[in-house]
Each structure stands twice: as structure tokens, then as C-alpha cells.
């Protein structure tokens, strides 16, 4: 499956009809700036008959009957051709009502047919029609226990595309959020909150009860996305001390362009559930914005090597909590050589909805490497059989190299990491500085 | 000699008209910019209607009349206008700024006095400079234009900006470049502020060297303020315990109000000065090679505890003294055993930023004593001719400006603005820090893409290691 969803720099709506229907604050003269593209039409079918359905515009979709079978290639090549034109048409009429363009956000999968092969071939659309305009990209990568077996072809294919024409990738797995979701799962099962959950909570099911055990529970695992794009988007929308555009991200943590892949982690994740605890200290929420268990991909940050780390934190939060939290947790975070005080911060006033504050961090560090390293080793385990390939190499365009200039991609991605990681034990030292006469 | 007869107070009455101090153009850009600005004017209004002034009424009605030319205009319902335009590239930010000022009812800032885009500048110099600088060139200089209509008499432009941003940063250094161009015989003072050293913005050493090696060029005088030190300030004398960028921003101001505030144009004279930024300068800038300039202010202190304190000039001065030699920035923790050079003898050789700089040389310096019994103050040990280089005389040197006026509820305080190496090891940490990131190539990328390629690099590198250089020989 998958959505392109665009926002504007302040509202991530416009508002349709008289202002008459603005001023009684009906919800249902608001639109979403989004384009909801998928090649089934299960999916977009719910959204537009459940609670949100007034929030999505109707015109604003691209749907098709018979879906991608998974395979990247007729997500890519097949739909990629039919709809190019349906596409740009949605695009240019979302671009003409935003008076001032600053990114696109595409969401989607990495190891289905659809999202990860028609989003990826939108990319490349995006790039040429509106090249000023950033591509931010939240990517779901497959777990290890993932079930389409051809996942590994989708997601190399995918992440060539990605290497070459995302600005920014947060790739996320959906491991990792079932883990967070299930951590909140135990600790409202044994009774460790004291206090009720909320009803209308996204943990519990229409009917109220609170569905244990689920096989998955998407929609909380879909929230805490839906989260950190929420607070990625704070500092631009809200008002704050230090304010921080969504340009200023790819700015202060892509060093080199082939370096644009970011780890994120959100605090509190309790709260994500709606279930009522009382807020962590403030500094707790520093630390377990780096552990490992707060991470929305399987990596461990502290452990690894940061190019650069951005901090973005909502609610009442001073620059001095920030810089206390900064000197005791940098000792002991490794940072690449030329950047040892590289922090990006921001400060924004407004906390989320019914808490008093959270902190967004977002890293470029070599801890993403395991997490590529995998995938190709998955895809070569499968390649090396000629598994399943006949169903990619039919589709005109298709040819083996195709495949051999993806894995070449992602391996020089992958030893790029490897040649900062082994900087890791190097002494830094200052290099010798230009020598001027006076 | 004046006087002070009755019939001289009348004189006085009539004549301060003709002695109103000529006006300054205020143009803040960027979040910090705005920010400090509205700060800045706030602390100057308030402290001008302060109705304890220590003084007499007719000196406290031309102290007012004296601030209010240089830094308000009025409107047609009498609220007082401040002299300032300004910029940002992203609206949030000066919406706040106005509507803050409106709300205090007491003065505000121009509704038409502002330009504003809806995109930042992404924390990127090169697009700040080379990008919404031309784009927008035109409109912010018709603002200006129509703020220095405003002025009797202009003294200059007083420009505050941050270097660790887009905007401030690169906006700011093409905007002082046009002033330059189109105010030439108009004076230039741009207020930086240096970000904390463990970052705010990761490129922030990048954003910097660009922006000082541009503005040494079309400056007349960098104003100095480090957030490292005015946070430090917060804590360790303000007592502050969750220190917030307005926390900082106020103490700013207060350092700023106590050197832009009229004072006295002469020992023994009774009307304040016509050109602050003039005098500053003539004062504190005697060569072009060395612009930089720190402020340091005593006694900085929670208003609850200024309740039990008493201070006097002696212990003041002493104080401010030893701050200026051992280049401390506030008055805890200084180190009391630095001393100056013997008088007579040659410098100790010449300042290396590697070895621990036990002595602060000073170019020049000037001192602002405001309460009561100022002019009774003894500075004479600022003339001591070891503290500053040998090239000029101490006479030149070193100045002092005194006024029976008190600054806000300080009896007695006094502001010392140093042209001196005060500012050499941070500079050089910056440099160092940038130059190591330059040696890597990262990020470059994000500054070739609009214009900014290597080559400007080096210029800046370059022009800054000049400057280190030249202040570590004096």
C-alpha cells in the first residue's frame, strides 16, 4: 500500500467552500494536502468510509483494481507508465493550492509492489517537476519475519531509488514498532498503570475492549508514524523559542548527499497508546531517546558512530534543560571526527496533545548499516536461486541488471558506512591550520 | 566650565532642542535578531521612564527626550514607534515580535516596518546571501529607507543578527553589505551573537566564519555577544534555574541598554550626546584591522538581591578592572592573580592562543559609569598604560563617559565596551572547528548549490586567521 501525503510550511490543510464554514469551525471544511495512491482499492475504500473520510478529498486519489502482486517491478514499470500523467495532473493541482511549497513527505513500504515500486517511480516525478522541493521519505522496511517472500527484490530495487533521489530517508521497521506497542501491551496488562486507559484510546477496538495479544496491531503501530511526522512538523508549525524549519533538517544532518539515511527515535512512547501515565522526568526523556528500545528501526545509536543528531523538543523546555541533558549524555555518544559538538536543536513551545512534553531525535549514525547489511545479504540468499525472478524479468524494462546496479548501490552505500565506523577509534586531532603573514 | 546656576537651567531648558541626539536605525533579522530586538528596545524605553532616576527632573525629562530621538519615533496617537525594520524569512517569529510589543502599550514597532517570507532560509548562509539577498533586496532596503526618512539626523545603522543561522547570518551580511554601498557616510555597529560551542545548528561554524569574514569587510564595528558567557551570566549571577533564551535575551539587553543609553558629552558638561554610534567608534575602533568589540556590564544580578546590595565606584571599577585584564566575562570567578605587564618593560612576548592566555592587551577601551556621584568616580587605573598595546597613546586609548542618570533600578553601574583580545580564543575555536569540518568536505554541498564554493571558504579562512593573527601580536 501506499500514500504520498504533501504539507505545506504552516497549515498541513486548505480550507475549501466560504469562509462562513471557517469562522463556525466545522472540520469539514478542511483538506488534507494529500494524494492517496494505491493499486487496490481495499485500503483508500476504508479511509474514505471511516471517521476521516471528510478530510480527504475525494478527487485527490489514484486507485486501480488489481494491485502489484507484490512485485516491484509492476508498481514501478507497468503502473509507473500508466499513471504517470493521472499523477502529475493530482500534483499540480495540490502544489497550486499552497502559497508556499516547501517539501513532499511520502510514506510507504519497502518490500510490497505498489509503495515501494510506484512510490519509488514518484520520486523520480517529483524530482524533475518540482526539483526546488524536498523529498522527505518514511520508509517501511521489512523485518526479518516478514511474509512476502519477494520483499528483498522490492526493497533493493527500492532503495536505489532512494539513494538517488531522496533528500532525507527515515527508514522505519515494523519490528520495531511492534516491539514498542508490545512493551506498552505488557505494562498495561500487569497493572503497572495505575490509571484507566482512554476510551476511544487507539488501543482498544470499536467495541472498548483492549485487544491483547493482536497478531498486529497496525493502526498503534501506524500511530507512533504518524507521531513522529507530527513532531518532525512542530517547530514549523507552532511557535517556540528556537524554531526549526523542515529545510533546516536535511541542511544540518545530510553531510554528503549518499549520506541521507536518518534513525529516529521518539519519547515518551507510553503516551503514543493514550494510556494515561504520569510524565517521565525530563531528563529520563533525554536518555531514552538513546537507548535502543526507543528506536523506530532496529539500531543501536549509542553504540555506533554519529554524523550528526538533531534534538527536537516540544513543551515546556528550557535551553538550559537541553544543554544540561547534552553535556551528560555526550560523553558517552561517539561522533565522527569533524563534527564532535555537531547538535541541531530546536525548541518549540506547543507539547503534543495532552502532555506536557516529548522529544523528537533524529540521526544520521552508521547504525543503520546492520539494518542494509541484512537486506542485501536476504536478497543474495534469494537472487543466487533465481527465485521468483521470472516474475520481474517479463515486465518490459526489466533486465538483470537492474538488479546487479541495485545491489551495487546499496554496497557502496554500505561501505561508506564501513569507512566512517573504522574512524571510530581514531584519536581526533586538529589538523594544521592556514598559515597566513601578518 | 559650566555653571550650575539656576539661570543655567533655563538655558539648559532651551537649548537641549538643539542638542537632541541624532537617531539609529535598528535592523533585526532572523529569530535572534527579532527576538534580542524586541528586547532590547523594551529594556531602553523602560529604563528611560524609570522614575527614580537619581537625578534631577529636567535631567531625567532630557535623558528621555534623548533616548526617545535615538531609538523611537512617535506616532500620530503619541505611542512612541521604535526605529527598526524588520526581517525574517518565515513569518512566526515577528508576528510574535509585534504583537508582544503592541501588548505592553507602551511602545511598538511599525506595522509596516516589517518584511517577511514564508520559507526560511534553512540554516544555510549561501541561501540566506546569494539567494533571498537579491531576491528581496529591493523591498528590505525601501524599508530601511523609509526608517532613516524618519530621522532628523542619522548616526547609523545598529544591526543584530545571530551567525549560527540562515537568515541572520547570510541575510545579514548582504544587508550590511548594501548599507555600505548606499549609506556610505552613515556608521555600521552589527551585534553578533556567537552560538553555544556545543551546537545549536550543526553547520553553525560554517554559517559563522562566512558571515565575519564578510562583515570585517563592510563593517564598521562587530559587537560581540557570546550565549556561552550571557548563559553562564544566568546562572551562576541571575540565579536562574530554567534558563530560557528570553532569560538570555533580557540580560543582552541590559548590557546593550547600559551602553546605548545618552550620557554626558563631557566631564563636567550637562547634555548628552549627539552621535552614540560616532563616539563609540571614534572611541573603540582606531584601526580598521581590529573590529572587534566585547561589552561587559557590573553589577548583573536577580532584581531580589539588588534590594540588599550596595556597591561602590572603587569596588566596581576594581572589579571591572580585573575583568578586563584576566578576560573574564562576569564578575564571579575571576582570577584575581593576572596582573599586567611592569610599566616600562616590553610585552611578555607575543600571545599564543595554545598557551593559557594569562593577560588580556587592550587596543582601546571605554567606560560607562551611570548613578549616583559618578562624576566623583576615579578610573585612573584604566590608564594604566600597560593594559593596551604600545601604538597608541593611553590618552587615546582609554575613555570615559559619565552620567548622574542611574540605569534601571542600578544605583550605581558601570559598563566597560573593550576593543581587546578578549575575543581571539573563541574566534579561534570557531575557525578550528570550522576548518576541520572544511577538511572533510562535509557539507559543502549544501552551500555549492547556491552559489558558495570553496574558493569563498578559503577568502574567509583567510581574512579570520588574519585577524587572529594580528590581535594575538599586539
Known amino acids: ?438 | 566650565m559650566v555653571l550650575r546656576l539656576p539661570i543655567a537651567h533655563f538655558f539648559e531648558g532651551v537649548c537641549f532642542g538643539l542638542f537632541l541626539s541624532m537617531s539609529i536605525v535598528t535592523v533585526q533579522l532572523g529569530q535572534c535578531g527579532n527576538q534580542i530586538g524586541f528586547e532590547v528596545f523594551d529594556a531602553l524605553f523602560n529604563d528611560s521612564h524609570c522614575p527614580r532616576g537619581l537625578c534631577s527632573k529636567k535631567e531625567n525629562e532630557a535623558y528621555q527626550a534623548s533616548c526617545k530621538e535615538r531609538f523611537f519615533s512617535e506616532e500620530e496617537n503619541g505611542v512612541p514607534l521604535a526605529r527598526a525594520v524588520l526581517v525574517d524569512m518565515e513569518p512566526k517569529v515577528i508576528n510574535q515580535t509585534l504583537s508582544k510589543a503592541a501588548r505592553s502599550g507602551r511602545w511598538k514597532y511599525g506595522q509596516h516596518s516589517c518584511f517577511c517570507q514564508k520559507q526560511g532560509s534553512g540554516n544555510n548562509w549561501a541561501y540566506g546571501y546569494s539567494v533571498h539577498g537579491p531576491r528581496h533586496e529591493e523591498s528590505i532596503m525601501n524599508l530601511i529607507r523609509k526608517e532613516v526618512e524618519k530621522c532628523d539626523s542619522l548616526s547609523g545603522f545598529f544591526i543584530i543578527m545571530s551567525m549560527a543561522g540562515g537568515t541572520g547570518s547570510g541575510l545579514g551580511a548582504f544587508v550590511t553589505q548594501n548599507l555600505q554601498d548606499q549609506y556610505s557616510s552613515a556608521l555600521k555597529m552589527n551585534q553578533i551573537i556567537w552560538p553555544y560551542g556545543t551546537g545549536e545548528v550543526i553547520v553553525q561554524n560554517y554559517n559563522s566564519i562566512l558571515t565575519l569574514s564578510h562583515l570585517y569587510r563592510s563593517s564598521d564595528a562587530l559587537l560581540v555577544h557570546e550565549n556561552d558567557a550571557v548563559h553562564k551570566i544566568c546562572a551562576k549571577l541571575m540565579n536562574i534555574k530554567q534558563i530560557s533564551f528570553c532569560d538570555i535575551n533580557q540580560v543582552l539587553a541590559h548590557q546593550l541598554g547600559s551602553v546605548f543609553q545618552p550620557t554626558y558629552s563631557g566631564e563636567g558638561s550637562f547634555h548628552y550626546r549627539r552621535n552614540p554610534l560616532g563616539d563609540l567608534m571614534e572611541n573603540l575602533v582606531p584601526h580598521p584591522e581590529f573590529k572587534m568589540l566585547g561589552v561587559r556590564n557590573i553589577p548583573q544580578m536577580s532584581e531580589n538581591s539588588l534590594a540588599y546590595s550596595t556597591f561602590t565606584w572603587a569596588g566596581l571599577l576594581k572589579h571591572l578592572r580585573q575583568m578586563l585584564i584576566s578576560n573574564a566575562k562576569m564578575e564571579e570567578g575571576i582570577d584575581w592573580q593576572v596582573r599586567p605587564p611592569l610599566s616600562g618593560l616590553p610585552p611578555l612576548g607575543k600571545m599564543s592562543v595554545n598557551r593559557e592566555i594569562h593577560f588580556n592587551t587592550s587596543i582601546a577601551n571605554l567606560v560607562i559609569l551611570r548613578g549616583k556621584d559618578a562624576h566623583s568616580a576615579d578610573v585612573g587605573a584604566f590608564k594604566d598604560p600597560a593594559l593596551y598595546t604600545s601604538w597608541l597613546e593611553p590618552v587615546h586609548a582609554f575613555n570615559v563617559w559619565k552620567t548622574q542618570r542611574a540605569f534601571r533600578k542600578y544605583e550605581r553601574s558601570a559598563a566597560l565596551v573593550s576593543n581587546s583580545q578578549s575575543l581571539v580564543k573563541p574566534l579561534d575555536r570557531i575557525v578550528g572547528k570550522a576548518w576541520n569540518m572544511f577538511a572533510s568536505r562535509a557539507y559543502l554541498h549544501q552551500y555549492t548549490k547556491f552559489g558558495i564554493e570553496e574558493e569563498d571558504f578559503l577568502d574567509s579562512f583567510t581574512l579570520l586567521e588574519q585577524v587572529i593573527a594580528s590581535y594575538c601580536n599586539l
Not at chain 1, 493550492?97 to 510514506?107: R, V
Not at chain 1, 522527505?136 to 533493493?156: A, Q
Not at chain 1, 505494562?187 to 485487544?211: E, H, Q, R
Not at chain 1, 555518544?333 to 502532555?355: A, D
Open chain 1, 1 to 438: 500500500m501506499g500514500y504520498l501525503m504533501t504539507f505545506s510550511h504552516v497549515l498541513s490543510f486548505r480550507v475549501v467552500g466560504d469562509g462562513g464554514s471557517i469562522s463556525k469551525g466545522k472540520i469539514c471544511s478542511l483538506k488534507a494536502r494529500a494524494v492517496l495512491i494505491d493499486m487496490e482499492e481495499g485500503v483508500v475504500n476504508e479511509i474514505l468510509q471511516g471517521p476521516l473520510r471528510d478530510v480527504f478529498d475525494s478527487k485527490q486519489l489514484i486507485t486501480d483494481i488489481s494491485g502489484s502482486g507484490n512485485n516491484w517491478a509492476v508498481g514501478h514499470k507497468v503502473f509507473g507508465s500508466l499513471y504517470q500523467e493521472k499523477i502529475l495532473e493530482k500534483l499540480r493541482k495540490s502544489a497550486e493550492h499552497c502559497d508556499c511549497l516547501q517539501c513532499f513527505f511520502i510514506i510507504h513500504s519497502m518490500g510490497g509492489g505498489t509503495g515501494s515500486g510506484l512510490g519509488t517511480f514518484l520520486l523520480k516525478v517529483l524530482e524533475d517537476e518540482f526539483p526546488e522541493v524536498y523529498r522527505f521519505v518514511t520508509s517501511i522496511y521489512p523485518s526479518g519475519e516478514d511474509d512476502v517472500i519477494t520483499s528483498p527484490y522490492n526493497s533493493i530495487l527500492a532503495m536505489k531509488e532512494l539513494n538517488e533521489h531522496a533528500d532525507c530517508v527515515l527508514p522505519i521497521d515494523n519490528q520495531s514498532l511492534f516491539d514498542i506497542i508490545s512493551k506498552i501491551d505488557v505494562m498495561v496488562n500487569s497493572g503497572k498503570l495505575g490509571a484507566a486507559i482512554k476510551p476511544k484510546s487507539l488501543v482498544t477496538s470499536s467495541t472498548g475492549v483492549f485487544k491483547k495479544r493482536q497478531e498486529k496491531p497496525f493502526d498503534a503501530m501506524n500511530n507512533i508514524v504518524a507521531n513522529l511526522l507530527l513532531n518532525l512538523t512542530s517547530s514549523a508549525r507552532f511557535e517556540g523559542s528556537l524554531n526549526m524549519d523542515l529545510n533546516e533538517i536535511s541542511m544540518n544532518l545530510v553531510p554528503f548527499p549518499q549520506l541521507h539515511y536518518l534513525v529516529s527515535s521518539l519519547t515518551p512512547l507510553y503516551t503514543l497508546a493514550d494510556v494515561n501515565i504520569p510524565p517521565r522526568r525530563l531528563d529520563q526523556m533525554f536518555s531514552d531517546a538513546f537507548s535502543k528500545d526507543h528506536q523506530l528501526i532496529r539500531a543501536d545509536p549509542r553504540h555506533s558512530l554519529y554524523l550528526a543528531c538533531a534534538l527536537m523538543v516540544r513543551g515546556n523546555v528550557q535551553i538550559s534543560d537541553l544543554r544540561r541533558n547534552i553535556e551528560r549524555l555526550k560523553p558517552s555518544l561517539q561522533f565522527v571526527s569533524w563534527n564532535q559538538e555537531g547538535w541541531k536543536t530546536s525548541l518549540c513551545s506547543v507539547p503534543p496533545v495532552g502532555h506536557s512534553h516529548s522529544l523528537l531525535a533524529l540521526a544520521n549514525n552508521t547504525c543503520v548499516k546492520p539494518t542494509f547489511v541484512e537486506l542485501k545479504e536476504r536478497f543474495i540468499r534469494l537472487y543466487k536461486k533465481k527465485a521468483h525472478l521470472h516474475h520481474y524479468l517479463q515486465i518490459e524494462g526489466m533486465e538483470e541488471s537492474c538488479f546487479s546496479e541495485a545491489v551495487s548501490s546499496l554496497s557502496a552505500l554500505i561501505q561508506e558506512y564501513n569507512q566512517l565506523d573504522a574512524t571510530k577509534s581514531m584519536p581526533v586531532e586538529d589538523l594544521p591550520r592556514l598559515n597566513v603573514a601578518v
